[in-house]
């Protein structure tokens, strides 16, 4: 191939003259002032500022561990149950499983920014399972204050699946997204909490022939790609979906999941599981003369299997490797719960009327009384507030009509037979 006649041109950077045969010999050159640079030159300028911006990156990223560093001297399991503790009573166990979660996963996100070895700390999402009112969802609020991660709460009952009417499961991450005052990469790095998680369930068994599931199964599947770590795309609150809405998109393979629910039922799933596992001669854990094994006995005993029995599919059972579960509230419990937490509602009756100048009394017999009645009613500690309200009601509507100085007692009677408080004059 013959020569074309050699233009020259200098590079204005490192001053060699270039036999220039194409513009890529040259990549930049202005006619008209003479400016150029040479191919040799804008390399290394690439060079150098790939090695920029790695540096830039590694130095965020350094920050961002020496942040986390001092999150993780902040939220040590026992310092996060020890918070728990001052507005939950009892439920050492779960408090335990969530503070060690926790902690694991700042854990796993240190080591995720600082190394670069491709060993990996695999996520350790949670599923809880304990009856209705022993303080499941008020757990997770409660860790959800805490925590300096965002931290989402979402009501998988609301969700269903694409084309039905409700919320996209895709919401669980919008909610997250928020709750990282939308800030993709903390929001990336969060916790997303799934609350009756149990209303998902596949209404497996023999009555599901042709009846609609409003799309169960359809959630299910939509949950466990965000389980296993996929891109969710949403768009903003308030803006309806459709095909040209910007969107959001959020990559969720860090994120960590914790689901819960009261799973109704699924003792006797367990029960019957045990019961076949004794007849043919293994372990008879729960048989014998106890005829109605305890509900609590049993659910501690709960396994994978029992949770796909009760209509979870596999796939979502198998990412949510630890099972926790918590205990029924008896009466001493739910007594503690009405005056022991930071907010428990004896307390807050009580400055209420403080404000009034009154001095409120509950007689230990009384409280005795309002957690017998919330036993009865099978609510757990939900019912607690409700039969407290109901006798306070008038008392609260009587009390500010005088400025005298007073002590109110609730008696027993005032539970058990609605009885007046008594009111008295103090000095
Ligand atoms: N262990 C507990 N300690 C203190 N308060 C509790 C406890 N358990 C429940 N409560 C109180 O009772 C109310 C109901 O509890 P919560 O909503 O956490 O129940 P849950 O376990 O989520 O039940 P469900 O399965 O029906 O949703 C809460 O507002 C909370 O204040
Ligand atoms: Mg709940
Ligand atoms: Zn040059």
């Given amino acids: 191939m013959p020569e074309k006649k050699g233009i020259q041109h200098q590079c204005s950077f490192c001053k060699r003259v270039i036999d220039v045969h194409d513009q890529y010999d040259m990549p930049i050159f202005d006619p008209n002032t003479g400016f150029a640079i040479c191919k040799n030159c804008v390399r290394e300028i690439n060079r150098f500022l790939d090695e920029h911006d790695a540096a830039a990156a590694k130095s965020e990223k350094k920050a961002f561990a020496d942040q986390l560093d001092e999150m993780l001297e902040k939220n040590k399991p026992h310092i996060i149950k020890q918070y728990l503790d001052e507005y939950i ?9 969530l503070s060690v979660a926790v902690y694991n996963h700042y854990k796993r996100m240190k080591y995720g920014y600082q190394n670069d070895d491709g060993t990996e700390i695999e996520k350790s999402n949670v599923i809880m399972l304990g009856p209705s009112g022993c303080g499941k969802t008020a757990l997770l609020s409660h860790l959800s204050k805490l925590l300096d991660i965002p931290f989402a709460v979402t009501d ?9 009417v409700g919320a996209d499961v895709e919401v669980a991450v919008r909610n997250l997204y928020y709750a990282a005052d939308k800030d993709i990469e903390k929001a990336e790095h969060g916790i997303i909490y799934l609350d009756e998680f149990d209303k998902i369930a596949r209404k497996s068994g023999a009555n599901n022939s042709i009846t609609a599931d409003p799309g169960h199964e359809g959630v299910q599947q939509a949950l466990l790609k965000m389980l296993e770590g996929s891109v969710v795309e949403f768009t903003a609150r308030g803006q309806r979906k459709h095909p040209e809405a910007p969107t959001i998109k959020v990559d969720t393979r860090n994120v960590l999941f914790i689901v819960g629910g009261a799973f109704v039922g699924i003792e006797k799933i367990i029960a019957k599981r045990l019961q076949k596992a004794s007849s043919i001669g293994f372990g008879a854990e729960v048989q014998g003369k106890d005829e109605q094994p305890k509900f609590d006995e049993l659910i501690h005993q709960v396994r994978p299997e029992d949770l796909m029995e009760y209509g979870i599919i596999p796939e979502i059972i198998g990412r949510l490797p630890v099972i926790c579960t918590l205990e029924t509230l008896d009466e001493d419990a739910l007594l503690r719960i009405l ?23 509950f007689e230990e017999d009384a409280l005795r009384a309002v957690a017998q009645k919330a036993i009865e009613r099978k609510t757990g ?42 009111v008295e004059e103090i000095a």
Avoid: W
Wanted: with cysteine.
């Fill in 381 to 422: 500690a939900r019912s607690l507030k409700g039969i407290i309200e109901d006798v306070m009601l008038d008392i609260m509507y009587e009390i500010p009509k005088s400025d005298a100085k007073r002590k109110v007692t609730i008696t027993k009677e005032c539970i058990t037979a609605h009885e007046k408080p008594r």
């Fill in 156 to 164: 998988a009952s609301s969700l269903t699946e694409a084309g039905f």
């Fill in 89 to 97: 009573i009892n439920q050492d166990h779960a408090k335990k499983v």
């Fill in 339 to 361: 005056t022991e937490p930071k907010n428990a509602p004896v307390k807050q009756y009580e400055k209420l009327l403080a404000m009034d100048g009154v001095k409120l009394v």
